[in-house]
């Protein structure tokens, strides 16, 4: 695929490319290698101390920047260029590099500013889910699933209560599962399910919900406002078993009180956790946990900790199944703005399924860019071939490769139904056990596959910076090989010495010419 568009865009990249050159005159020539204006302009624009008003601060740039140019010359006259490690180091900054041009990040930012608003809130709501089969499966196999949910949700809608129903439904019955939810919920849940779950009003009851797990009857119950996150240190005092008497309830609290008064006295909480701590993981630290939010630790625990209100606020003994804690308040976060958690966003959703809503502004504005032309019927005896055998099924695989209709069209180039069947037997790959869900998925990254080879086989036309900051990569990492040879490694007082030696030495070795014209009328060419 990658050898069909690299040869499809070939003559048009190079004729680009000459029409380019013809309009950015040489500012210089350095070993016979001539420099374009745009490069010189480039690099200065991006030295803080160069004045393009000012022509003796250009002309001082002019000198700093030949003079690299220089080295760069002698560091290829010497092949580093040609040194396996150099090359490696080039190939893996121009893969990084590509993957940062092949993106769309004003699209990728307003998909994590949706997804950080709903951090700000907690939904908490009750399920009934009606999972399917287990394994691969096709639309057949998931009648039962939603059968059974309409029956419940019309039992519901006649009177039963949404609790009476999932209880009873849930009882000895694996592949129904009730269950009441309150936890930080974005990225935790299959995408469709959390657009639901965050356009329900408190109260309201939603019809059964396709999720690639089962058919999901969703009532709202309350949605809060996230308090944020809290970093707290405690004292844990255990109980003797894990089935306490009360006796062995009242001995364990009246240790944990005397260790509280200690504390409200004004003993060292830390001093006394590393003592008295049977927390044999943060005892040694000074019972210091690391910050959580709501939903992570035991609701006795995570209750008492939100409501000390000052950090060095101490609690009361708290009961949890482990025994009573006191906790001591450290620091308290009430919002993480969305620098600090943006990152950490986009990792989650770029290693998830999630990574299609991630990418999807990319996706389209390369569909358009290519001038994607999709044939609906094409897809249609697919998806009807996926109704009856799963996309991974040998049978999918003949049956399909016999299809050869135009499925999708980019750039004139046609793609055909086999050429997809193809594509999904090779790759084979996806978190969907859904026939129709794991066919959809491999067209979007069938789709993807190629538009992102095409604009990886164009970047040198279409995105100068691209150029430019390759070219100032393998300059940069020349000069840098070279001068720890002939400076850096001498000691710090003779550098400046060595330094000047070699750039005379360099003068003296590669004729140098600067096109004085163009330096001296420089100002027309920066807009």
Same mark, same amino acid.
């Given at each position: 695929?990658?050898?069909?568009?690299?040869?499809?865009?070939?003559?048009? *990249?190079?004729?680009?490319? &000459?029409?380019?050159?013809?309009?950015?005159?040489?500012?210089?020539?350095?070993?016979? !290698? &001539?420099?374009?204006?745009?490069?010189?302009?480039?690099?200065?624009?991006?030295?803080?101390?160069?004045?393009? !008003?000012?022509?003796?601060?250009?002309?001082?740039?002019?000198?700093?920047?030949?003079?690299?140019?220089?080295?760069?010359?002698?560091?290829?006259?010497?092949? *580093?260029?040609?040194?396996?490690?150099?090359?490696?180091?080039?190939?893996?900054?121009?893969?990084?590099?590509?993957?940062?041009?092949?993106?769309?990040?004003?699209?990728?930012?307003?998909?994590?500013?949706?997804?950080?608003?709903?951090?700000?809130?907690?939904?908490?709501?009750?399920?009934?889910?009606?999972?399917?089969?287990?394994?691969?499966?096709?639309?057949?196999?998931?009648?039962?699933?939603?059968?059974?949910?309409?029956?419940?949700?019309?039992?519901?809608?006649?009177?039963?209560?949404?609790?009476?129903?999932?209880?009873?439904?849930?009882?000895?019955?694996?592949?129904?599962?009730?269950?009441?939810?309150?936890?930080?919920?974005?990225?935790?849940? /299959?995408?469709? *399910?959390?657009?639901?779950?965050?356009?329900?009003?408190?109260?309201?009851?939603?019809?059964?919900?396709?999720?690639?797990?089962?058919?999901?009857?969703?009532?709202? %119950?309350?949605?809060?406002?996230?308090?944020?996150?809290?970093?707290?240190?405690?004292?844990?005092?255990?109980?003797?078993?894990?089935?306490?008497?009360?006796?062995?309830?009242?001995?364990?609290?009246?240790?944990?009180?005397?260790?509280?008064?200690?504390?409200?006295?004004?003993?060292?909480?830390?001093?006394?956790?590393?003592?008295?701590?049977?927390?044999?993981?943060?005892?040694?630290?000074?019972?210091?946990?690391?910050?959580?939010?709501?939903?992570?630790?035991?609701?006795?625990?995570?209750?008492?900790?939100?409501?000390?209100?000052?950090?060095?606020?101490?609690?009361?003994?708290?009961?949890?199944?482990?025994?009573?804690?006191?906790?001591?308040?450290?620091?308290?976060?009430?919002?993480? /703005?969305? %620098?600090?958690?943006?990152?950490?966003?986009?990792?989650?959703?770029?290693?998830?399924?999630?990574?299609?809503?991630?990418?999807?502004?990319?996706?389209?504005?390369?569909? %358009?860019?290519?001038?994607?032309?999709?044939?609906?019927?094409?897809?249609?005896?697919?998806?009807?071939?996926?109704?009856?055998?799963?996309?991974?099924?040998?049978?999918?695989?003949?049956?399909?490769?016999?299809?050869?209709? /135009?499925?999708?069209?980019?750039?004139?180039?046609?793609?055909?139904?086999?050429?997809?069947?193809?594509?999904?037997?090779?790759?084979?790959?996806?978190?969907?056990?859904?026939?129709?869900?794991?066919?959809?998925?491999?067209?979007?990254?069938?789709?993807?596959?190629?538009?992102?080879?095409?604009?990886? &086989?164009?970047?040198?036309?279409?995105?100068?910076?691209?150029?430019?900051?390759?070219?100032?990569?393998?300059?940069?990492?020349?000069?840098?090989?070279?001068? !720890?040879?002939?400076?850096?490694?001498?000691?710090?007082?003779?550098?400046?010495?060595?330094?000047?030696?070699?750039?005379?030495?360099?003068?003296?070795?590669?004729?140098?010419?600067?096109?004085?014209?163009?330096?001296?009328?420089?100002?027309?060419?920066?807009?």
């Amino acid at each position: 695929m990658k050898k069909i568009v690299m040869l499809l865009f070939s003559v048009v *990249i190079m004729t680009t490319i &000459d029409a380019k050159e013809k309009k950015d005159p040489v500012v210089m020539t350095v070993a016979g !290698n &001539d420099i374009l204006l745009s490069e010189f302009i480039y690099t200065a624009a991006k030295d803080k101390g160069v004045d393009f !008003n000012n022509k003796k601060s250009v002309e001082n740039y002019l000198e700093l920047f030949k003079n690299y140019k220089l080295k760069v010359a002698d560091a290829e006259a010497l092949t *580093i260029s040609k040194a396996p490690k150099f090359i490696r180091e080039m190939e893996n900054y121009k893969s990084q590099l590509q993957e940062s041009f092949l993106m769309d990040k004003s699209k990728e930012d307003s998909v994590l500013h949706v997804i950080y608003s709903r951090t700000k809130y907690i939904p908490g709501f009750k399920q009934i889910l009606f999972r399917f089969p287990g394994g691969e499966i096709l639309p057949k196999d998931t009648v039962e699933a939603y059968k059974n949910a309409m029956d419940a949700y019309n039992r519901i809608k006649g009177g039963e209560s949404f609790e009476s129903v999932g209880e009873s439904l849930s009882e000895g019955n694996d592949g129904i599962g009730y269950t009441i939810i309150e936890k930080a919920f974005p990225l935790r849940y /299959p995408k469709v *399910i959390e657009d639901k779950v965050f356009s329900m009003k408190v109260g309201e009851m939603s019809m059964p919900v396709r999720s690639p797990v089962g058919f999901h009857i969703i009532k709202m %119950e309350k949605i809060i406002p996230d308090p944020g996150k809290v970093r707290v240190a405690h004292i844990l005092t255990r109980f003797a078993s894990d089935t306490p008497s009360e006796e062995e309830k009242e001995a364990t609290l009246k240790l944990s009180d005397s260790i509280y008064q200690r504390a409200m006295a004004g003993e060292d909480f830390e001093e006394l956790a590393k003592k008295h701590s049977e927390d044999t993981i943060t005892g040694k630290n000074g019972g210091l946990l690391s910050f959580f939010g709501i939903g992570v630790m035991i609701e006795s625990f995570e209750k008492a900790a939100f409501a000390l209100e000052t950090p060095g606020n101490i609690s009361k003994p708290v009961q949890t199944r482990h025994g009573y804690h006191v906790i001591k308040l450290i620091e308290y976060k009430p919002e993480i /703005p969305f %620098e600090e958690v943006a990152g950490s966003i986009s990792h989650t959703m770029k290693n998830t399924d999630r990574h299609f809503e991630l990418y999807k502004g990319f996706d389209e504005k390369m569909k %358009e860019r290519h001038g994607y032309i999709f044939y609906q019927e094409a897809y249609e005896e697919l998806q009807r071939l996926a109704d009856e055998y799963f996309p991974m099924d040998t049978n999918f695989y003949y049956r399909g490769m016999e299809m050869e209709k /135009p499925l999708i069209s980019l750039d004139s180039m046609v793609f055909f139904q086999n050429q997809f069947v193809l594509f999904v037997s090779q790759l084979g790959a996806s978190t969907k056990t859904l026939s129709i869900d794991f066919m959809s998925e491999m067209f979007d990254i069938f789709i993807r596959n190629i538009v992102t080879e095409m604009e990886r &086989d164009i970047l040198e036309r279409d995105y100068p910076e691209y150029n430019m900051q390759v070219k100032g990569f393998y300059d940069g990492t020349l000069v840098y090989e070279l001068s !720890n040879k002939r400076v850096w490694s001498f000691p710090l007082e003779e550098q400046d010495k060595l330094d000047a030696e070699w750039i005379k030495e360099l003068n003296e070795k590669y004729p140098v010419t600067i096109n004085k014209k163009v330096v001296k009328n420089i100002k027309k060419y920066l807009n």
